[in-house]
């Protein structure tokens, strides 16, 4: 079977089965990227969250919360408010963590290539932390991560650590964080269009050259509608972490 | 210039270059690897951090820290005592942000092969989050990342939000979790001496069919010395998170 065929295959199958997530169903905001990436014939989705505040209870002087094991005291996808989670607190036995997940997604890819265009959309639309993995069978899968969390241990064996104030300036920060989230996640449905926009040109004209290096050719003939989005997304991919001066880095020169 | 050479030229020219961290040096516990790496014709890295527990102050009402801007109150690579963290947290005058991160390091590797291989160890050696990054011109990158880190509020506009207990409750965990992350860079040492080790056996021996699959066949040829690390070392790339039963997953059939 040629590798197209077995990419098909694997979609097809991958596809028809059950959602065997806890919540058993695509997360709203996420809906509309996993959907257009599952109606293109070399991507399909096998993983996804669209980011929430989480509260674990991890087992008594368990510091490293497993979560197969753990206990989710609450779970949601929207802000938070307070009294939601002073409850779920005072459910706590053992050392209840908070904790604000951003977006994930995970996407098998049909070549590198397609994993390359949709790794620079990811990494345009904020998603820094994301990376390629191939396989031993060349199983390509991008996974789009992002490096904006937050991870705060609220109580010890059961007792609260913290005030009520403390919870409230911490749900702040967390609904803010989702806020963004949200605007990161809108963002790469946007890129996402302009870069598949962009490859259905390319593959209807003559063969490809480059797959990043025709956006700039083709950006007058484009609609303004796209104009904005087209300069948010328009980065090359780079090496993240580069820009901390806390890491050694060595620069690399400009002409390579 | 073929692609070897062009991988040369880049290797020089960058590890000739100043180390242009805050530190300016490569930190102790990241040396070994990065020499080893760096001895090695397929490798050489651009960044590293070994993890670090960091104080920063946040701007007022920022919560979004931009860690450019934002002003750096402690930071240490050894574990932390309370009294250090307390004198720190005297100096904010914005939303001061604990954080542990974890060891980070950023390797280009001379072909999507080296990649995939360094991958493997790094999946295996519990960084979970890495990934492999191509640029347009074929630059190949694996970031090495963990999922193993901490982000605590704790003042706001300058006014501590915690107790003096919570932060040395805090202080404990991070300090953990410093002490897990060493365990996962000695482990990525081993695996990695293990998989050079492995590359140069294959290497010597005929054409390279699949460079993961060669150890099984390798494996009793080995000293006993290995076997545990082999052991450790030897899962298969995964699609991570998918054992997270909270991320909306499709299982894959066992036979891809």
């Given amino acids: 079977m040629d590798r197209s065929a ?15 997530s806890r919540k058993g169903s695509v997360d709203e905001d996420a ?22 505040i989480l509260l674990l209870d991890g087992g008594i ?23 939601d989670m002073i409850v779920a607190l005072r459910k ?21 290539r397609d ?6 959309v990811a990494i345009n639309s904020g998603f820094r932390n994301s990376g ?3 396989g031993k069978r060349g199983k390509t899968i991008l996974a789009v991560r992002s490096t904006h969390g937050l991870e705060v241990p609220l109580s010890h064996n059961g007792k609260l650590m913290v005030t009520e104030e403390y919870v409230d300036f911490l749900l702040n920060i967390a609904n803010q964080k989702m806020e963004e989230n949200k605007k990161r996640i809108e963002r790469f449905y946007s890129c996402l269009q302009h870069a598949l926009k962009r490859e259905t040109i390319t593959n209807s004209q003559t063969e490809i050259k480059d ?5 700039k050719k083709k950006r007058n003939q484009e609609k303004s509608h796209y104009k904005r989005i087209t300069e948010d997304c328009d980065k090359e991919l780079e090496n993240d972490d580069a820009d901390d001066p806390g890491i050694n880095v060595t620069i690399f020169p400009e002409d390579y």
Same sequence: chains 1, 2.
Avoid: Y
């Fill in 132 to 134: 390629i993995t191939v």
């Fill in 61 to 83: 002087n368990g510091f490293e919360v497993q979560k197969k094991q753990c206990c989710w005291l609450l779970v949601t996808h929207k802000p938070c408010v307070k009294e």
């Fill in 92 to 112: 706590a036995n053992g050392d209840a963590i908070l904790k604000f997940e951003p977006f994930v997604l995970h996407v098998q890819c049909r070549q590198l």
């Fill in 31 to 52: 809906v509309e990227i996993v959907q257009l990436l599952n109606a293109q014939e070399q991507f399909f989705t096998t993983s996804s969250c669209a980011g929430r």
């Fill in 6 to 20: 077995e990419f098909r295959r694997w979609k097809a199958q991958c596809l028809s089965r059950a959602d065997l």
């Fill in 211 to 215: 797959p990043f290096d025709t956006h």
């Fill in 115 to 120: 994993a390359q265009i949709l790794h620079a």
